[in-house]
Nanobody
Framework: QVQLVESGGGLVQAGGSLRLSCLASGTIFRINAMGWYRQAPGKQRELVAVISRNTVTSYTDSVKGRFTISRDNAKNTVSLQMNSLKAEDTAVYYC??????????WGQGTQVTVSS
């Protein structure tokens, strides 16, 4: 089993920055890709950013140039630096880790609220 615990959410004004972190524990050797999803009220969960074990990254178009995902395999953490935040970035952000088999582990989520 793998446990994922997020931290770093909160309330910020539009144009501001937040940094989310996710700490993985347990059988972490199973984990290949890690990343972040978000879910806004009334909307489907969407993939925000993903990073492979060898740090290849991918972002959804709406956050490109504003968000940066990073990973520290030695510390078992993945982070999401969010700059130039917009009201539409308001959502619950979930950390996830994916095994090679395709099985996903999820964190409990952390709220990000951007006031306009």
């Amino acid at each position: 089993q793998v446990q994922l615990v997020e931290s770093g959410g909160g309330l910020v004004q539009a144009g501001g920055s937040l940094r989310l972190s996710c700490l993985a524990s347990g059988t972490i050797f199973r984990i290949n890709a890690m990343g972040w999803y978000r879910q806004a009220p009334g909307k489907q969960r969407e993939l925000v950013a993903v990073i492979s074990r060898n740090t290849v990254t991918s972002y959804t178009d709406s956050v490109k140039g504003r968000f940066t995902i990073s990973r520290d395999n030695a510390k078992n953490t993945v982070s999401l630096q969010m700059n130039s935040l917009k009201a539409e970035d308001t959502a619950v952000y979930y950390c996830y880790g994916r095994e090679r088999s395709g099985y996903d582990y999820w964190g409990q989520g952390t709220q990000v609220t951007v006031s306009s």
